[in-house]
T-cell receptor, first 111, second 112 residues
Framework: SQQGEEDPQALSIQEGENATMNCSYKTSINNLQWYRQNSGRGLVHLILIRSNEREKHSGRLRVTLDTSKKSSSLLITASRAADTASYFC???????????FGAGTRLAVHP | DGGITQSPKYLFRKEGQNVTLSCEQNLNHDAMYWYRQDPGQGLRLIYYSQIVNDFQKGDIAEGYSVSREKKESFPLTVTSAQKNPTAFYLCASQAGVYNEQFFGPGTRLTVL
């Protein structure tokens, strides 16, 4: 199992701006998953992108995956105060490996 | 409503006591997981179960125990052997290892 490393650790932006978070990993993957956690709550799954996909969209979310660079990015467009949360990436290598969650990116969106 | 529930939301324990955290899911998922989260940190895997009557230790299993007698239920017991149990505990379920995980709302355990 491998852990994704999110960057930056913290991000502070104004409402309406875009937020970009990055994730790097070390070995080949089957898929990579992004989750959001609001303060004091459980994690919510956002997007799963498979290793043969390069880009995926869901509403205001856009995830890219570059397997040659072993990296992924999560873009939130036109951010809202409600997007304030921690965001985690979890690379999955398949088989008997487990999802490992890093420390996440803490996003603060100011009205 | 399909989902995963945890109870209680808040739990207080005196030192030396065992406590059991409940996790129930009605998603018909085979796999279930327990994670621990400390302030400002990521999640650490305590135990997981991929099928009824079977479970495996995660990275920080010492001081914890689990059972998986029913597909829907995966309770976690925090024993007195766990030296620093104050934390936020999250349960998750998964249809198959290649799919996303669904999380419960968490239980915040405080040792007094």
């Amino acid at each position: 199992s491998q852990q994704g490393e999110e960057d930056p650790q913290a991000l502070s932006i104004q409402e309406g701006e875009n937020a970009t978070m990055n994730c790097s990993y070390k070995t080949s993957i089957n898929n990579l998953q992004w989750y959001r956690q609001n303060s004091g709550r459980g994690l919510v799954h956002l997007i799963l992108i498979r290793s043969n996909e390069r880009e995926k969209h869901s509403g205001r979310l856009r995830v890219t995956l570059d397997t040659s660079k072993k990296s992924s990015s999560l873009l939130i467009t036109a951010s809202r105060a409600a997007d304030t949360a921690s965001y985690f990436c979890a690379p999955f290598s398949g088989g008997y490996n487990k999802l490992i969650f890093g420390a996440g990116t803490r996003l603060a969106v100011h009205p | 409503d399909g989902g995963i529930t945890q109870s209680p939301k808040y739990l207080f324990r005196k030192e030396g006591q065992n406590v059991t955290l409940s996790c129930e899911q009605n998603l018909n998922h085979d796999a279930m997981y327990w994670y621990r989260q400390d302030p400002g940190q990521g999640l650490r895997l305590i135990y997981y179960s991929q099928i009824v009557n079977d479970f495996q230790k995660g990275d920080i299993a010492e001081g914890y125990s689990v059972s998986r007698e029913k597909k829907e239920s995966f309770p976690l017991t925090v024993t007195s052997a766990q030296k620093n149990p104050t934390a936020f505990y999250l349960c998750a379920s998964q249809a198959g290892v290649y799919n996303e995980q669904f999380f419960g709302p968490g239980t915040r355990l405080t040792v007094l």
